[in-house]
């Protein structure tokens, strides 16, 4: 069964800082998507980034950046020049390429981005 | 572009009372729809998963049903709710076996059962 961890249930990070978020998954699936989302107090949840396993090159959306490493089953979110409203809770979401339909979420990591 | 709309956005209900929420996605056609619960502060809980109309996969046994009667609307029911049925709903939708494959999410509703 595939599964996905984040290790760091809370972070901080001063304004202007850059951070990492954590997340590691077990699958033996070689074709995958990866995702990080984002959930601000409103909860409502926002997709940040997304990666496909067969592209080796890491995705980049603006400030956010993601460190793909397949090998090691390691996905992490590095967030560049945090911002206040950069807070929120962060979900790495990881779903097979094929035979099934359910999306796998971590537990998430709560970050506060400090004045 | 696609959107995905969820209502009523709260609800507060007495216990034993039934429950219907709704979920409908425009701007796509035969979309997987997805129900996750949430408690606060915590992850994710997928209740049900839909990959066409009439067609519901249940992964959590309790009072809650799911049903979808048209390919863009999914609807989650209950006949008489639990305190333990509070939390924040959200809908989700994705499209299936495309290099996009992605899941977008709706604005959630907040249950409140008293």
């Known amino acids: 069964a595939q599964t996905v961890t984040q290790s760091q249930p809370e972070m901080s990070v001063q304004e202007a800082e850059t951070v990492t978020l954590s997340c590691t998954y077990d699958?033996?699936?070689?074709?995958?998507?990866l995702f990080w989302y984002k959930q601000p107090p409103s909860r409502q949840m926002i997709l940040v980034i997304r990666q496909e396993a067969y592209k080796q090159q890491n995705a980049t959306e603006n400030r956010f950046s993601v460190n793909f490493q397949k090998a090691a089953k390691s996905f992490s979110l590095k967030i560049s020049d945090s911002q206040l409203g950069d807070t929120a809770m962060y979900f790495c979401a990881f779903i097979a390429a094929s035979g099934t339909y359910k999306y796998i979420f971590g537990t998430g990591t709560r970050l506060k981005v400090l004045a | 572009s696609q959107t995905i709309h969820q209502w009523p956005a709260t609800l507060v209900q007495p216990v034993g009372s039934p429950l219907s929420l709704e979920c409908t996605v425009e701007?796509?056609?035969?979309?997987?729809l997805y129900w996750y619960r949430q408690a606060a502060g915590r992850g994710l809980q997928l209740l049900f998963y839909s990959v066409g109309i009439g067609q519901i996969s249940s992964e959590v046994p309790q009072n809650l049903s799911a049903s979808r009667p048209q390919d863009r609307q999914f609807i989650l029911s209950s006949k008489k709710l639990l305190l333990s049925d509070s939390g924040f709903y959200l809908c989700?939708?994705?499209?299936?076996?495309?290099?996009?494959?992605?899941?977008?999410f709706g604005p959630g509703t907040r249950l409140l059962v008293l």
């Open positions: 701007g796509t056609s035969n979309p997987n």
């Open positions: 989700a939708w994705s499209v299936r076996g495309t290099s996009l494959e992605t899941q977008y």
């Open positions: 699958t033996s699936e070689s074709n995958y998507y």
